[in-house]
């Protein structure tokens, strides 16, 4: 079975520090697809970034960056120079190759405060 | 171009009550899904559209709740009879069949309440 595990359920941080939201998953198969998305208080889920099981390269993208370790099963991400706008609710999701529905994790709670 | 859209944003009715919620997706979309969260508990798969067919209803709590797609256009997720337990937000999502585009866009999700 699939699952998905994010430890931290909050986090609160003062802007300009770093914070790493950690995720770890559990699958079976060999060729999976691990998502990150953003709850902003808007409520909406944004897509932030994708990782196929194949491609273990990480990235950064501006002030965010995501470190995915397969010997671990983590997919974590970091916020570097956090801002009050980084306060969200964030969720690391998985895909087998087979199936379209995502597994998500509980979510974590960021708070930046000013 | 216009994202995943749903209606109502908020809904309260009572237990026993009856309830649609409605989710427009991105115009092209074929990949249309349900999903939950209850209790602040995990987001839950309910059940995967493609077109008008159901691919995959195994999400499906129980018979109380029935998901239609006619035309292979907007969905409609409704409950019936609800419960206290079905408290929760419901998020639709959809993306295109066989592009690659294995990125789900969401809506901002319809925030069900059952007193």
């Known amino acids: 079975a699939q699952k998905v595990t994010q430890a931290q359920t909050e986090i609160s941080v003062v802007e300009k520090e770093d914070v790493t939201l950690d995720c770890v998953y559990e699958?079976?198969?060999?060729?999976?697809?691990l998502f990150w998305y953003k709850q902003p208080p808007s409520g909406e889920l944004v897509f932030l970034i994708r990782?196929?099981?194949?491609?273990?390269q990480n990235e950064i993208s501006g002030r965010y960056s995501w470190n995915f370790q397969k010997s671990t099963s983590s997919f974590n991400f970091t916020i570097t120079a956090s801002q009050v706008v980084d306060s969200a609710v964030y969720f690391c999701a998985l895909r087998d190759n087979y199936g379209q529905n995502f597994v998500f994790g509980p979510g974590t709670r960021l708070s930046v405060l000013p | 171009e216009a994202g995943v859209t749903q209606f109502p944003s908020h809904s309260v009715i009572e237990k026993g009550q009856t309830v649609t919620l409605r989710c427009d997706p991105i115009s092209g979309h074929d990949n249309l899904y349900w999903y939950r969260r209850v209790m602040g508990k995990e987001i839950k798969f309910l059940l995967h559209f493609v077109k008008e067919s159901k691919q995959d209803e195994s999400g499906m709590p129980n018979n109380r709740f029935l998901a239609e797609r006619t035309g292979g256009t907007y969905s409609t997720l409704k409950v019936q009879p609800a419960e206290l337990e079905d408290s929760g937000v419901y998020f639709c999502a959809s993306n295109q069949a066989g592009t690659g585009d294995y990125e789900q866009y969401f809506g901002p999700g319809t925030r069900l309440t059952v007193t």
């Open positions: 699958t079976r198969d060999t060729t999976y697809y």
């Open positions: 990782r196929n099981s194949f491609d273990e």
